[in-house]
């Protein structure tokens, strides 16, 4: 591929981020950005941050982050590690099990950068097909069934399904592993999800990673963490200071301890957007789709007599986007982001047009 590149490079099959075009008039329901726009707060912060200080590099450890993080969560801020964006946390993970000797454990469907990130750094990996409803089975993480897993990652709520595991069903996949570390990625948990942040206090091989990119509707910003034992934490930081000690800008810092401050704002738009969701859910139902149960902001819907990437495409024609998966069992699938009431209002409106 290149004469200058490592071969390894020619090899890769990267992630494709989904579409980010231009705004105008565009209702963008493609890739799980949060309809309402972060807190006014978080653009105070920003601009009053906006000033000769950002000559100096940020606090390496980025303390007050970590704090405001912590309080949000209920932990301590010794177990909180952050990031530029949950991707790269989850990056640092997979780092952190570079060499393994036993392979790591997801499901298919799933987030499609973990076999990415596992293709990047030559970590082997087993995949799980979710059951026939597109749930994941808990017994197939439990070493008993398919064997002792060296780790063990998962989306919950999964994605792009939407589909969610209660507490106690993760607490059994953690408490059935007690040598492999499990990563919850809970990306999408606030809309409907359960989070098992309070359980790391009892299970040192448990970390949970969230972003500010969904819920927060910060997607911009650039800001996840993940929670954990001291263990797991401390891992993830050498693996960090190896590769970038300041992640956090000192504007990203800012905008992202005010939005964790607005409870209020982030507890009524979150709200918001469940309410919309079951909206779009039961206008979907009304025109024929199957709409998977969603504890996420975005629904997973199929029409049983109409090809989903037709649908896309007559929906693109219409300036609304959504997502289509060129993936065997899923090609019948649109996901699709629940946004405003309005937009929400246009896509069923278009989608009664094209059916
Ligand atoms: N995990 C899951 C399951 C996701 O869908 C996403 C968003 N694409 C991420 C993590 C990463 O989000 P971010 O880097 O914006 O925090």
Not at 102 to 112: A, V, W
Not at 143 to 154: D, R
Not at 300 to 323: K, M, N, Q, T
């Amino acid at each position: 591929m290149s004469r200058f590149w490592s071969p390894v490079v020619g090899t890769l099959s990267p992630y494709v981020p989904g579409e980010q075009p231009k705004l105008q008039n565009l209702v963008k329901l493609n890739t799980n950005e949060h309809p309402y726009g972060p807190s006014p707060r978080v653009l105070d912060a920003i601009r009053s941050a906006c000033d000769d200080t950002l000559k100096l590099y940020p606090d390496p450890s980025s303390d007050r982050l970590r704090q405001a993080i912590a309080g949000t969560v209920g932990v301590q801020p010794g177990q909180v590690f952050v990031g530029n964006g949950s991707d790269e946390v989850l990056a640092h993970v997979f780092l952190a099990l570079l060499k393994h000797e036993r392979p790591l454990r997801f499901p298919d469907i799933t987030y499609s950068f973990y076999p990415v990130y596992c293709g990047l750094y030559g970590i082997q990996y087993e995949t799980v097909p979710l059951t026939s409803d597109f749930r994941i089975d808990v017994d197939d993480y439990l070493p008993g069934s398919k064997g002792q897993a060296g780790a063990i990652i998962f989306p919950n709520p999964n994605a792009p399904t939407g589909r969610a595991l209660s507490a106690a069903e993760v607490e059994r996949i953690v408490a059935g592993n007690p040598d492999a570390v499990v990563v919850v990625d809970e990306a999408y948990v606030d809309f409907g999800g359960e989070s098992v942040i309070p359980l790391v206090d009892s299970y040192d091989n448990l970390l949970v990673v969230q972003t500010l990119s969904k819920s927060r509707s910060l997607a911009g910003l650039r800001v996840g963490f993940a929670v954990g034992s001291a263990e797991l934490i401390d891992g993830l930081e050498r693996v960090k200071n190896s590769f970038n000690s300041y992640p956090i800008d000192r504007l990203a810092s800012a905008g992202a301890v005010a939005a964790l401050e607005d409870a209020e704002y982030f507890e009524r738009t979150r709200q918001a957007v469940i309410e919309t969701r079951s909206r779009m859910t039961a206008g979907l139902e009304s025109l024929g789709f199957e709409v998977l149960p969603s504890a996420a902001n975005f629904v997973f819907a199929r029409h049983p007599s109409r090809d989903a990437a037709g649908l896309a495409a007559s929906l693109r024609e219409r300036s609304i986007i959504v997502r289509h998966f060129r993936h065997e069992r899923i090609d019948q699938f649109l996901r699709i982001t629940v946004g405003t009431d309005e937009q929400c209002e246009l896509l069923l409106k278009a989608l009664a047009e094209v059916l």
